[in-house]
């Protein structure tokens, strides 16, 4: 009879104890959307990672476009975006976050840019390549006339270049009406690079030549992880300058690329059934210079997601353990210690 008793006290104690915070919510794959482009490929892996290892769950990814992927979280298909740019596909996520279908559970990194660079060395010089500053007053585009003859254009010797996004995307637009807007058309040509591929060989060569490059570029992204570049400053952004400069290629007041915040989604029936797994999403906080630095890695030494992931976890232990109860981080750094 007692020990009737005991066991009986024994259930009941585990019917009414709270499941662990390092508990893993469900008891199937947690999916993640596969986007197309590299950042999330890493975000993924460090999520897994420590969903897997901390909190004992299983993962799985889909890979796909974004307007699918999307369209698969509001579904229920998938369970996480761990990057919704939301300017970029309003439609689809304002339609999910109208029929209560999705959440947007934290932002990811907050600080998403975009401009027209120049390496620091053209600027400041850089002693240990015995580069000395060109353009020591650069610093807005307002003062590019003034060195177009660094930039020189092989095919047009008498203006600089201007390595524009790749052509036909809107960026490629909006930077060919703001050289018209800031009065550059005589000064710089053009160039529409046909490739993401191309622009980035363009500012890379330059770069590792240690010559003058003016290009068009954004983060997060390995060639703002690998070189030192610096953002010509333009005037502040304005949403009405903006969306006229979109529409109007006569609009004569250009301003700079807004700083987008860039968001983790998840499936709202999802979000309910998985408060542990959301806890952490909530808390998940990196930056585009963190996200480059990533991404030069892997850039740089052929390495794929996971071992992007596995390096970014190891080098910011003053980060990401901030993101997860004590035990889930004692769990995660015991399989960062163990071989792979």
């Avoid at 580069?131 to 008498?158: H, Q, T, W």
Wanted: with cysteine.
């Amino acid at each position: 009879m007692r020990r009737l008793i005991s066991c009986a006290a024994a259930v009941a104690t585990l019917l009414i104890a709270p499941v662990s915070a390092s508990a893993c919510d469900v008891d199937r794959p947690v999916v993640f959307a596969g986007l197309d482009w590299d950042s999330v490929g890493f975000h993924n892996a460090v999520a897994r990672f420590i969903l897997e290892h901390g909190y004992g769950c299983r993962t799985d990814v889909i890979p796909g476009t974004t307007i699918p992927l999307l369209q698969g979280v509001a579904q229920g298909d998938i369970d996480i975006a761990m990057e919704v740019w939301k300017d970029a596909v309003t439609d689809v996520w304002q339609r999910g976050l109208k029929r209560g279908q999705v959440v947007e559970v934290g932002i990811n990194f907050p600080d998403a840019v975009q401009g027209w660079y120049v390496p620091r060395y053209l600027v400041e010089g850089d002693p240990a390549r015995n580069i000395a500053a060109e353009a020591p007053d650069l610093k807005s585009v307002g003062d590019l006339p003034k060195y177009k003859s660094l930039f020189r254009d092989p095919e047009e010797p008498a203006k600089g270049r201007f390595y524009n996004c790749i052509a036909g995307w809107s960026c490629e637009v909006i930077n060919s009406n703001k050289l018209r807007a800031y009065g550059l058309e005589n000064d710089f040509t053009n160039f529409r690079s046909g490739t993401g591929a191309a622009l980035a060989a363009a500012i890379a060569g330059s770069y590792l030549r240690g010559e003058p490059v003016l290009a068009y570029y954004w983060s997060p992204t390995w060639v703002l992880g690998a070189y030192d570049m610096i953002m010509l400053s333009e005037p502040g952004y304005s949403a009405e300058d903006w969306t006229a400069l979109a529409k109007d290629p006569a609009h004569a007041h250009a301003v700079a690329y807004p700083t987008v915040e860039v968001w983790i989604g998840a499936n709202a029936r999802f979000a309910e059934s998985a408060p542990n797994i959301v806890a952490f999403l909530r808390t998940y906080r990196t930056s585009a210079a963190l996200v480059s630095d990533a991404l030069a890695f892997m850039h740089e030494n052929n390495a794929d997601d996971a071992a992007a992931a596995r390096r970014f976890l190891n080098d910011h232990a003053e980060l990401w353990p901030a993101w997860v109860p004590g035990d889930v981080a004692a769990k995660v750094r015991a399989a960062l210690a163990s071989p792979e």
